[in-house]
């Protein structure tokens, strides 16, 4: 019912723009965020940021308040949420979510669908288009329409390595990486059994994957040649590494364990400089070789967005855009780069002389030439994609193997369109309960909102699941993992309505 007020509330304020002509004023929606009417006036606005960014956020709207010509002053009440949890949330109960909130791109399609993002108005998107590079937009992007202001563009990876193992001469070469690690009895640590990364390998090869929405969110189509000659190519690649003694299934700064090559992001840097000191090493991805020919291995890059909710008072929706646009603007994203290590998507932004004086940053922007900006993703697919790498390393090495392997993620992203309205609709528990790893859906049945585990599970404490629907994360609660306090033998219990799951001894 909350999700059905949330859709009645946004279509209610679609049909007022219509009615309103151009978006040149407040009247016409929050999406342009100005015009020539009058929107000063005192704001309460709550704001869903991550909680290192709680203090910032806030110093921030108060400079807005100080600065902005429009006489308006935001009377703000920052919340921390991350921005994993905030789409999950916003879903659950989208009038009571933030009015603005952070956000991971993967979740656009979702929360488009949900009722929870207002579509921004033609300046409010030229405003985006103008400031923000061109991977950013797209991540923002659902049709041919915006939907959120681009916060970073740093969500990458590249590779960081010790030095003392492998030479600065080597890093271009994923063959004498291997060899380097082998011979000095060193790790690689890739997370090749994770479908975000083993996609670099086929986009490397000029592969693509490219699901299709209408303007809704609604997942339509999917354009994708993982299975085909490109395709085989990228798989002898990711053979190469998996079938390798130094081989560890990782993205963790691992160099304090035994790795002299770790594949991750920005967010590991300060961990890794640590454990490697005088060794520390950081570049884009090597490449690997094929029957002679060279390719430079791919990755995705992404982002955080921001995003505004649906207001019924579309007076407010345009002064919350305007603070949108100043949130998003160079001043505060450098300001976040400053305090968190932030890869700013802001174009004047990304040339401050600190920014492009960052080591990682240098290294993920080298990496950008070679990446495919993440768009929006069918959640069921994060799961379809990672078999690929666990079917090569169990396989028996031949080329039917691979070809097998990849005939086999063709079928299964095929068969999401051929999926029954019973299957999308249901719920299901995955995770590693009875020793798996998160690759079983275990059924649940229904009693209206109440979903319970068709079996009850014996648990030992620290057992990890989450409960999903259509085996897809688009939707899926709770937001972190449900962690088992207590062992025992449990049935499992989801509150579709509210997200709340609960463990019910047997």
């Known amino acids: ?141 659902s049709g041919s329409d915006l939907y959120a202001y681009p916060l970073t563009a740093d969500n990458g990876y590249f590779m960081y390595y010790d030095k003392s193992v492998v030479p600065d001469s080597d890093v271009d070469s994923l063959e004498a990486i291997i060899a380097d ?50 395709g085989l190519i990228a798989a002898k690649g990711i053979q190469k590494v998996v079938t390798s003694k130094s081989y560890v299934n990782s993205s963790t700064a691992d160099f304090a364990s035994g790795s002299a090559v770790v594949v ?7 961990t890794i400089k640590d454990q490697l000191g005088d060794n520390f090493g950081v570049t884009d991805l090597p490449s690997f070789e094929v029957d002679g020919q060279s390719y430079h291995i791919g990755s995705y890059s992404g982002c955080k967005l921001l995003g505004v909710k649906p207001q019924t008072d579309a007076t407010k929706g345009a002064a919350i855009a305007r603070l949108a646009q100043y949130l998003t603007g160079k001043d505060c994203q450098l300001a976040r780069f400053n305090s968190f290590g932030w890869g700013p998507s802001n174009k004047d932004a990304l040339a401050d002389p600190a920014v492009t004086a960052d080591p990682t940053l240098a290294a993920l922007n080298e990496q950008g030439n070679y ?74 049945t229904a009693d209206g909102d109440i979903w319970t585990s068709n079996e009850a599970y014996t648990m030992d404490a620290g057992v990890e699941f989450k409960c999903r629907q259509g085996k897809s994360w688009d939707v899926a609660y709770p937001a972190d993992n449900y962690v088992v306090e207590t062992a025992g033998t449990y049935y499992i219990q989801l509150n579709a309505a509210t997200g709340e799951v609960t463990l019910i001894p047997a």
């Open 1 to 141: 019912m909350k999700k059905l007020l949330a859709l009645i509330m946004a279509l209610a304020m679609v049909l007022s723009l219509a009615a309103c002509g151009d978006g040149s004023t407040p009247s016409e929606g929050e999406g342009d965020g100005g015009g020539s009417a009058d929107i000063s006036g005192t704001y309460d606005v709550v704001i869903w940021a991550p909680e290192a960014a709680v203090d910032l956020t806030k110093s921030q709207v108060e400079d807005f308040n100080k600065s902005n010509e429009y006489g308006i002053t935001i009377n703000a009440t920052v919340e921390p949420v991350s921005e994993a949890d905030a789409a999950t949330n916003m879903i659950t109960d989208v009038q009571a979510g933030g009015d603005l909130y952070f956000f991971a791109q993967d979740q656009l399609s979702r929360l488009i669908q949900a009722g929870a993002l207002s579509k921004l108005g033609t300046s409010a998107a030229q405003f985006a288009k103008d400031n923000n590079n061109a991977a950013s937009i797209l991540a923002a992007q």
């Open 371 to 444: 990446a495919v900006p993440q768009p929006n993703i069918h959640g069921s697919w994060w799961d379809i994609a990672k078999v690929i790498t666990t079917d090569i390393k169990d396989s028996d090495g031949s080329e039917a193997a691979l070809k097998a392997a990849l005939e086999k993620y063709e079928q299964s992203i095929e068969a999401v369109f051929t999926m029954s309205d019973d299957v999308k609709n249901a719920f299901t528990v995955i995770g590693s309960i009875n020793g798996d790893g998160w690759t079983l859906d275990l059924p649940m």
């Open 181 to 230: 690690c082998e011979n000095a009895g060193k790790n690689i640590s890739y997370e090749l059994e994770n479908a975000w990364y083993t996609a670099g390998f086929f986009f490397g090869v000029g592969c693509h994957s490219d699901w299709v929405t209408d303007d809704d969110g609604n997942f339509i189509s999917i354009d994708d040649d993982f299975n085909s000659d490109k």
């Open 264 to 270: 991750t992001g920005t967010w590991n840097y300060a």
